[in-house]
């Protein structure tokens, strides 16, 4: 499933995809370039560029958007954290339990060997 997120940056992919191809296409093809002066050339280049900059940056964030996957809702990560905090309790009295066993054994072994 698309989350509002997805839709919009594949929206946006797509806007910027398009609005650049057509500015190319009537830059070049019906701005008829063949009849301009060097003056012309010398302010289409760097607008073009700078143009076609913009549109790339905006659909590389399109693209961005569409292709990263939703995040978790908050419920699921408060969930994930106590299920992991009890873990951690878990194995926190599993340590004292077997440190408190080691220790018994040791004090044990020291009363034989007297």
Known sequence: MV???QAVGWVIF????????????GLFYYGA??????????????VFIA????????????WTMAT?????PIEE???????????EEKEAEKAKELEEATET???G????KK
Request: with cysteine; glycine share 8%; charged share 30%.
């Open 105 to 107: 054994e040791e004090k």
């Open 51 to 62: 143009f076609i900059a913009i549109m790339g940056i905006g659909a590389w964030i399109g």
């Open 14 to 25: 797509l806007i910027c995809l398009i609005v650049g191809i057509l500015y190319t296409v």
């Open 68 to 72: 990263t996957p939703p995040p978790k």
């Open 33 to 46: 370039p063949q009849e301009w002066k060097v003056a012309d050339w010398l302010i289409a280049i760097p």
């Open 77 to 87: 990560i408060t969930s994930e954290i106590e299920e992991e905090e009890k873990k």
């Open 3 to 5: 989350s509002k997120d």
């Open 109 to 112: 072994k020291g009363k034989t």
